[in-house]
């Protein structure tokens, strides 16, 4: 475990995130903050997600996007059921920043053992390539993704946008990873407070710690869960207005979509313990969906 004041000098730094879009100028490689990289190779997870494309699952390239002279695909993949069943569509995000590698690793395993008689998945990933090839949070501009849904300045926000256009979906999941010492989820204002706490329930019963407090260090009542609050909503509220700033979960909310965003502990080497929570989620949320 790290010492409170490492702990707290790694939460401050955190912070400074949520106060400019554009932090860097380029993917710097952020690995600082306690971070325990995960074996990831960029070529080897798209190779292996292409794989997957056949009977359950379509898998297709929905963007490009170009560093360095190298073209670095976003992937979709949608699960194939017959027409009309499941009705409801579950989105999933997963690398909107890419130096969070546990959301990533979960998608070959998750569509592995999807249910596609569940819901309609469609996953998007690497949200963002180039930051999931450079151990970056940001994109190759240096841009946060994930404070670009006011702007859209990023081609990835822009992909984003359109694929809550084309699956409309019922449902947003949002894989990411985070410094705090465990596991713990945001939801908006539209995912019902009763599933909020029944998910808790399938993460803890999954062997998933959640953790009592959040990386703002704000206790967390049920543990594992940061539900919407009037305060909260006017903070947001403040940071688009203030600063053009607004995260994808901010996006569903002005669409009614509920989404939850799924934040496991970047601190942890076990890869199994952090890979967990994500596939769990996703599955859990497609149960009750
Ligand atoms: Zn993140």
């Known amino acids: 475990m790290p010492s409170l004041a490492t702990l707290r000098r790694d939460l401050a ?17 952020t690995d600082d903050m306690g971070i325990v990289p995960l074996p990831f190779d960029l070529d080897a997870y798209v190779e292996r997600l292409r794989s997957l494309d056949g009977a359950r699952f379509e898998v297709s390239e929905e963007a490009r996007v170009e560093y360095r002279g190298r073209a670095h695909p976003i992937l979709c993949a949608r699960s194939r059921a017959p027409a009309g069943r499941p009705s409801k569509t579950l989105l999933v995000l997963a690398g909107v920043h890419g130096n969070e590698h546990a959301g990533l690793l979960a998608v070959p395993p998750l569509l592995e053992r ?95 710690a959640l953790a009592e407090r959040d990386y703002f260090g704000l206790r967390l009542t049920p543990p594992g869960l940061s539900a919407s609050s009037r305060t909260g909503r006017a903070v947001t509220k403040l940071w688009a207005l203030t600063l053009g700033m607004k995260a994808s979960i901010a996006y569903s909310e002005d669409r009614a979509i509920p989404e939850i965003v799924l934040e496991s502990s970047w601190r942890m080497p076990d890869l199994q313990a952090r890979v967990r929570p994500h596939v769990d989620l996703v599955n859990a949320v497609a149960a009750r969906l």
């Open 13 to 29: 730094n955190f912070a400074r995130y949520h106060l400019v879009q554009r932090a860097e100028t380029h993917p710097a490689r």
């Open 114 to 208: 999807f249910d596609v008689e569940r819901a309609r998945l469609v996953v998007l990933t690497p949200v963002n390539p180039v930051g999931a090839a450079e151990l970056s949070r940001f994109n190759a501009e240096g841009y946060d993704v994930n404070r670009d849904f006011v702007r859209f300045a990023t081609p990835e926000a822009r992909v984003v946008r359109d694929v809550f256009d084309r699956e409309r979906p019922d449902f947003v999941v949002s894989l990411h990873e985070g410094p705090q010492d465990a596991t713990f989820m945001f939801a908006n204002r539209f995912v019902d407070p009763g599933l909020a706490r029944a998910l808790c329930g399938a993460l803890a019963a999954g062997g998933t």
